[in-house]
């Protein structure tokens, strides 16, 4: 069975900083592309940052620069390091998993307030 676990959202003012993990298990976790969406209230579900099993990253124009994703094959954890937080940035954050199925974590809450 194949779970993915975040971790890590909450309250924050504007320029905070939280750190978001994702457990997985059921996966061969170092093969696979993991990554992070977001979904606002009203807002289609959007990719923010990918990282591959190589270890290339991708990110939305949105949180380059603020946004850093990076993984622990050891511990079957992908992180996404948020700075320099902005309102806008208030959505639940779901982990995603690329490889021979796809699968998605179950959400955690992170609101940015002004």
């Known amino acids: 069975q194949v779970q993915l676990v975040e971790s890590g959202g909450g309250l924050v003012q504007a320029g905070g900083s939280l750190r978001l993990s994702c457990t997985a298990s059921?996966?061969?976790?170092?093969?696979?592309?993991m990554g992070w969406y977001r979904q606002a209230p009203g807002k289609e579900r959007e990719l923010v940052a990918f990282?591959?099993?190589?270890?290339?990253?991708n990110y939305a124009d949105s949180v380059k620069g603020r946004f850093t994703i990076s993984r622990d094959n050891a511990k079957n954890t992908v992180y996404l390091q948020m700075n320099s937080l902005k309102p806008e940035d208030t959505a639940v954050y779901y982990c995603?998993?690329?490889?021979?199925?796809?699968?998605w974590g179950q959400g955690t809450q992170v609101t940015v307030s002004s």
């Open positions: 990282i591959t099993r190589g270890g290339s990253t």
């Open positions: 059921g996966i061969i976790f170092s093969i696979n592309t």
């Open positions: 995603k998993n690329w490889g021979t199925g796809s699968y």
